[in-house]
């Protein structure tokens, strides 16, 4: 690698700078430094002061809230990489934002995760490097590259911590079974899921249990948690029925404040039960509420980047590592 350390520089955008600084230590790599200004219209302005032609550029930057101007300053950054002549640009997304509106499920929406895909194609990007995308088909939205990461392996390090006896893994609803699957898979543990069916026209969700969690230890385990809304319920379900504990687990931590109810993400699981949340910095957490275990993707960031530099299977590295494929 150290032959090509010349040839590579890193960038940390508004979302992930301490992130780019504690990949490029990793990687002993130099961290490029990006001016970003703002006019009085609120349009954003970037200009890269560290020079990237013939260089591979590593990008990183979350596209979280808030949403559009993060999505934004990545395109321009992009723009602006491509402009200076940059050998190839690899993006470095910890977590995608709009990738929820990933199909039509109705006549006059859009596909938002398909038309970022392409925005950040057309603005340069050579590669995406994500991770857990809220759906895998959006990987096939892409005519570039794609690495969809998994966090489970770092999260379930964490979680084995606990030492809990009897676990069962829960998925809170239908559409994470697979993802929940393949994190039981590292506990050996069982897995459950919640079922929400609507009993009627206009009627609430009824919600039932598909698989035992009586005198079970319980770990929730979700790409994502927004609001906080569905996660609450299936924990006070779950309780309900005989759990001993429930804990949750979990890559993205938007922790949104629910203005319809007027209560934060974080009281809205308290409330519920839930005993601790394991989430990673994906989206940096402005807390220090022990009840939030935030785990650092720096270092498998730092890995991906250099396995990429040096030519070698990022998939073959997961499995070994991680004990997962991405």
């Given at each position: 690698?150290?032959?090509?350390?010349?040839?590579?520089?890193?960038?940390?955008?508004?979302?992930?700078?301490?992130?780019?600084?504690?990949?490029?230590?990793?990687?002993?790599?130099?961290?490029?430094?990006?001016?970003?200004?703002?006019?009085?219209?609120?349009?954003?302005?970037?200009?890269?002061?560290?020079?990237?032609?013939?260089?591979?550029?590593?990008?990183?930057?979350?596209?979280?809230?808030?949403?559009?101007?993060?999505?934004?300053?990545?395109?321009?950054?992009?723009?602006?990489?491509?402009?200076?002549?940059?050998?190839?640009?690899?993006?470095?997304?910890?977590?995608?934002?709009?990738?929820?509106?990933?199909?039509?499920?109705?006549?006059?929406q859009p596909i938002s995760a398909k038309l970022v895909a392409n925005m950040l194609?057309?603005?340069?990007?050579?590669?995406?490097?994500?991770?857990?995308?809220?759906?895998?088909?959006?990987?096939?939205?892409?005519?570039?590259?794609?690495?969809?990461?998994?966090?489970?392996?770092?999260?379930?390090?964490?979680?084995?911590?606990?030492?809990?006896?009897?676990?069962?893994?829960?998925?809170?609803?239908?559409?994470?079974?697979?993802?929940?699957?393949?994190?039981?898979?590292?506990?050996?543990?069982?897995?459950?899921?919640?079922?929400?069916?609507?009993?009627?026209?206009?009627?609430?969700?009824?919600?039932?249990?598909?698989?035992?969690?009586?005198?079970?230890?319980?770990?929730?385990?979700?790409?994502?948690?927004?609001?906080?809304?569905?996660?609450?319920?299936?924990?006070?379900?779950?309780?309900?029925?005989?759990?001993?504990?429930?804990?949750?687990?979990?890559?993205?931590?938007?922790?949104?404040?629910?203005?319809?109810?007027?209560?934060?993400?974080?009281?809205?699981?308290?409330?519920?039960?839930?005993?601790?949340?394991?989430?990673?910095?994906?989206?940096?957490?402005?807390t220090d509420d022990d009840f939030i275990v935030e785990i650092n993707l720096a270092?498998?960031i730092a890995e991906t980047i250099k396995n990429h530099i040096n030519g070698k299977?990022?998939?073959?590295?997961?499995?070994?590592?991680?004990?997962?494929?991405?």
């Amino acid at each position: 690698m150290d032959n090509k350390k010349e040839n590579s520089i890193i960038f940390g955008l508004s979302t992930s700078k301490k992130m780019a600084e504690e990949v490029a230590k990793h990687l002993d790599l130099e961290l490029g430094v990006m001016k970003k200004n703002q006019f009085a219209d609120g349009e954003i302005f970037v200009e890269s002061k560290s020079s990237v032609r013939a260089k591979s550029v590593f990008i990183i930057q979350s596209t979280n809230k808030p949403a559009n101007d993060n999505l934004m300053e990545l395109l321009l950054a992009l723009d602006a990489f491509k402009r200076s002549s940059a050998k190839e640009i690899n993006v470095i997304i910890p977590y995608f934002g709009y990738a929820r509106q990933d199909r039509k499920v109705f006549g006059r929406q859009p596909i938002s995760a398909k038309l970022v895909a392409n925005m950040l194609v057309n603005a340069g990007a050579d590669r995406i490097i994500t991770f857990d995308i809220h759906s895998e088909q959006i990987v096939g939205f892409f005519d570039i590259p794609v690495d969809n990461l998994k966090g489970s392996g770092l999260i379930a390090s964490e979680v084995k911590k606990l030492n809990l006896d009897n676990l069962t893994i829960v998925s809170p609803d239908h559409g994470g079974v697979s993802r929940a699957r393949q994190f039981a898979k590292l506990f050996n543990a069982p897995l459950a899921v919640i079922d929400k069916r609507r009993v009627g026209p206009n009627q609430a969700e009824s919600m039932f249990i598909l698989g035992e969690v009586k005198d079970k230890n319980i770990v929730i385990y979700d790409d994502m948690v927004d609001t906080g809304g569905t996660v609450s319920a299936a924990a006070k379900i779950l309780k309900e029925n005989g759990a001993i504990s429930v804990y949750l687990a979990t890559t993205h931590g938007v922790l949104s404040y629910n203005k319809s109810k007027n209560i934060s993400a974080i009281d809205n699981l308290k409330n519920a039960g839930i005993k601790k949340v394991f989430i990673t910095n994906s989206i940096k957490q402005n807390t220090d509420d022990d009840f939030i275990v935030e785990i650092n993707l720096a270092e498998i960031i730092a890995e991906t980047i250099k396995n990429h530099i040096n030519g070698k299977s990022i998939t073959d590295h997961f499995i070994k590592k991680y004990n997962t494929e991405i």
